[in-house]
C-alpha cells in the first residue's frame, strides 16, 4: 500500500492501513444507495399507477410488495448502525484531509484510483446525513411524486402501515410467524413506512387527519420487549419530520416520550 510522506510514522501507516479498506467499503454502500433509489422508484410506480387502488396494488403484486419491505427492513437497519458508529464520519474526514494534503504536494496515491476527491465529496454528504439511507429514500419516493399524484403513494403507504399493524396486533396472524427475526422484521417494516410518509406527505403522519393510525402503531410496539423495540421507537422519535409539530396531539406526543 502507497503512503504519504506525512504517514511515514510507524502508528501513521496503521491508521492509513485501517482506513482505506474501510473507505472502498463506504464507497459501495454509497454506490449501492444509487442503485437503491432508481430501484425504490420503479417499485413505487409499479405500486401505485393507475387503475388499481393501492389494497389491489398489493394483493396483486406481492412479490413487489415485498421487495419494497425489504429495502425497508435493509434501510432501516443500515441507518441504525450507522448512527451507533459515528467513527464511521471520524475516519472518513481523516481520510479526505489526507487526499487533500496530497493534492496540495502535487502527490496522487494509489486509493484514489478507486475513491478520488470529486468521489470523496460526494460521499461525504451522503454520510453527513443521520440517517442517509432513509434520506435516499425519502428523495427517491419525492422523485416518483412528479409524475405522480402524491395521494397515490401516500394512500399506498399508508396500506402497508395498515397491513404491518394489523399483522401485528392480531394473534390469528401473529401465530404464522415462524421467528422472532419475522416479528422484528414485520414491526420494523411498519416503522419504515411511518418515516417515509412522514417525510413525503405534506402535513406528515402525526396530523389528526392523517391516514395512519399513530397511536395504534405505537401501542402495538410498546407491547413488545423493550430491547426489540427501543430502536425503532428511538427512529419514530427523532428521524420523523412532523412529530413535534403543533398539529401532532399531546397524546402522541407523551406515548414517545
Known amino acids: 500500500l502507497q503512503f504519504p510522506p506525512q504517514l511515514l510514522s510507524l502508528p501513521g501507516k496503521k491508521a492509513w492501513n485501517a482506513v482505506c479498506p474501510l473507505v472502498v467499503r463506504l464507497k459501495r454502500f454509497y454506490e449501492f444507495s444509487i442503485r437503491l433509489e432508481k ?38 437497519r443500515f441507518d441504525e448502525l450507522k448512527m451507533r458508529n459515528p467513527a464511521i464520519q471520524n475516519d472518513f474526514s481523516y481520510y479526505r484531509r489526507t487526499i487533500s494534503r496530497n493534492r496540495i504536494n502535487n502527490m496522487h496515491l494509489d486509493i484514489e484510483n478507486e475513491v478520488n476527491n470529486e468521489m470523496a465529496n460526494r460521499m461525504s454528504l451522503f454520510y453527513a446525513e443521520a440517517t442517509p439511507m432513509l434520506k ?20 399506498c403507504l399508508s396500506t402497508m402501515i395498515s397491513v404491518c399493524k394489523v399483522m401485528l396486533e392480531t394473534p390469528e396472524y401473529r401465530s404464522r410467524f415462524t421467528s422472532e427475526e419475522t416479528l422484528l422484521f414485520c414491526m420494523r417494516v411498519m416503522v419504515g413506512v411511518i418515516i417515509l410518509y412522514d417525510h413525503v406527505h405534506p402535513v406528515g403522519a402525526f396530523c389528526k387527519t392523517s391516514k395512519i393510525d ?44
Open 39 to 76: 430501484a425504490l422508484q420503479n417499485l413505487l410506480e409499479c405500486l401505485t399507477c393507475p387503475p388499481y387502488t393501492p389494497t389491489q396494488h398489493l394483493e396483486r403484486e406481492q412479490a413487489l410488495a415485498k421487495e419494497f419491505a425489504e429495502i425497508l427492513h435493509f434501510t432501516l
Open 136 to 155: 435516499t429514500l425519502s428523495n427517491a419516493t419525492t422523485y416518483s411524486n412528479k409524475t405522480l399524484p402524491i395521494e397515490n403513494t401516500t394512500d
Open 214 to 257: 399513530m397511536k395504534g402503531c405505537i401501542k402495538v410496539l410498546k407491547e413488545q420487549p423493550p430491547d426489540s423495540v427501543e430502536g425503532l421507537l428511538n427512529a419514530l422519535r427523532f428521524t420523523t419530520k412532523h412529530l413535534n409539530d403543533e398539529s401532532t396531539s399531546k397524546q402522541i406526543r407523551a406515548m414517545l416520550q
